[in-house]
């Protein structure tokens, strides 16, 4: 089964610093999609930017982009200019192209201090 | 707006007494999904439904069941809930086929169960 891995369970930026958050994860398949998610407080997770596996290009949501590694596994997300409103449960997620389900990562809480 | 909805928002039981959670969406979308998310920790899938077909996870216990009765709308029960499924759980919805929002998964704003 596919694993994904965040080693930083908590992380912290100053305001407009950047910021990169790790991820790597484990599979067999050569086809599949790569997301950051992100769960402020009390509130819904929603998609901060999307990778699939075929595309070398790594993708880029105006200030968030990522680093995506195939051959080794990885895919951090680097966050620019860090505003307070970034302060979140940061996840990161696996999802095969074959399969239906979605892995998460255990997460990272990023604070953003002013 | 298209959203996922899910109700209700708090819900409190007792010890064994049944609870159902209700899901609905207007995305129209093919795929739905329930996640278990313990206190700081990543959503842990319990089931899915593709279509109407049910597909469960392994390791989910038989006193969580699932119903879909069409395509908008997705039920979680717990038949006997105990202290450790107190959590918050999470609907969830895909688009199956190719497209930009392939994969993407569509979160409601969940359901916290507080087992007493």
């Known amino acids: 089964a596919q694993t994904v891995t965040q080693s930083q369970p908590e992380m912290s930026v100053q305001e407009a610093e950047t910021v990169t958050l790790s991820c790597t994860y484990d599979t067999s398949e050569s086809d599949y999609y790569l997301f950051w998610y992100k769960q402020p407080p009390s509130r819904q997770m929603i998609l901060v930017i999307r990778q699939e596996a075929y595309k070398q290009q790594n993708a880029t949501e105006n200030r968030f982009s990522v680093n995506f590694q195939k051959a080794a596994k990885s895919f951090s997300l680097k966050i620019s200019d860090s505003q307070l409103g970034d302060a979140a449960m940061y996840f990161c997620a696996y999802r095969s192209a074959i399969s239906n389900d979605m892995r998460f990562g255990a997460g990272t809480r990023l604070t953003v201090k002013p | 707006d298209a959203m996922v909805i899910q109700n209700p928002r708090y819900q409190v039981t007792q010890f064994g007494k049944p609870v159902t959670l209700s899901c609905s969406q207007t995305l129209n979308h093919n795929v739905m999904y329930w996640y278990q998310q313990k206190s700081s920790q990543a959503p842990k899938l319990l089931f899915h439904y593709y279509d109407k077909d049910f597909n469960n996870e392994a390791d989910t216990p038989d006193n969580f069941q699932s119903r879909r009765p069409n395509t908008s709308f997705c039920f979680l029960d717990i038949r006997s809930p105990g202290l450790g499924d107190a959590a918050m759980y999470l609907c969830?919805?895909?688009?199956?086929?190719?497209?930009?929002?392939?994969?993407?998964?569509?979160f409601g704003e969940g359901s916290r169960l507080t087992v007493l």
């Open positions: 969830a919805t895909s688009r199956e086929g190719w497209g930009l929002e392939s994969g993407e998964l569509f």
